[in-house]
């Protein structure tokens, strides 16, 4: 089985901490994904990476930056926290190229409160 | 762009009910077709595809949803839900030709199974 997964699943911080959610798969996939899931409104792609280094902003890239420095690992980084950036954090993998049909393997989540 | 409705953000119905969760989507190229169920206090995870072939897709837990081209529609049913039914069902579009982080969300659908 597809394992994707979320260091924390619960973070409580204060305004202007950095922030790091970490994501780690083990199915050698090539594509990696950050979505923010707000009530109401569904998932909100945040970042993309299709390979080690490249990265592609999604739909809401504001005030956030990733690194994927190895092809299993993919990290968000809130430089900055704001309240406004509470919410559900959600990590997924997939396969890169003539592989993907777009389905998505998704971690658990990291709930992130700020305050 | 392709975009994707789920007409009811709530949807009550009692154990051993029928259960239709409706989806329609825009898009003016094929597509791939997902839903996914999102357990409480997790990640998401696949329910069924349709990538070609047979317009009605069985998927995991009893589920199934039927594709119909001429409505732009991709309805998930169950003929009798049971009390761990109960999840918020996210529909997901995206079109053959696109990129991996061209894949678009609804808003999802609560369905909550009443004893």
């Known amino acids: 089985d597809v394992k994707v997964t979320q260091s924390s699943r619960y973070l409580v911080k204060r305004t202007g901490e950095k922030v790091f959610l970490e994501c780690v798969q083990d199915?050698?996939?090539?594509?990696m994904f950050w979505y923010r899931q707000d009530p109401g409104l569904g998932l909100r792609l945040i970042y993309f990476?299709?390979?080690?280094?490249?990265?592609e902003k999604g739909d809401i890239p504001e005030g956030y930056s990733v690194s994927r420095e190895k092809k299993e690992r993919f990290s968000l980084i809130l430089e900055s926290a704001s309240t406004n950036q509470t919410s559900m954090y959600l990590c997924?993998?997939?396969f890169g190229g003539g592989a993907n049909t777009g389905e998505l393997f998704f971690g658990e989540g990291s709930r992130l409160t700020v305050l | 762009a392709q975009s994707v409705t789920q007409l009811d953000s709530q949807v009550p119905v009692f154990e051993e009910a029928p259960v239709e969760l409706r989806c329609n989507y825009s898009?003016?190229?094929?597509?791939?077709l997902f839903w996914y169920v999102q357990y409480p206090n997790q990640g998401l995870q696949l329910l069924l595809k349709y990538l070609s072939g047979s317009t009605l897709v069985k998927g995991i837990n009893g589920f199934e949803a039927e594709f119909n081209k001429s409505q732009t529609s991709f309805h998930l049913r169950k003929p009798s839900v049971h009390i761990s039914d109960t999840a918020e069902y996210f529909c997901a579009v995206r079109v053959r030709s696109g990129s991996a982080r061209q894949l678009t969300f609804g808003s999802g659908t609560q369905l909550t199974v009443l004893p």
């Open positions: 199915m050698d996939h090539e594509n």
């Open positions: 990476s299709y390979d080690v280094k490249m990265k």
């Open positions: 997924a993998s997939s």
């Open positions: 898009s003016s190229v094929s597509v791939y």
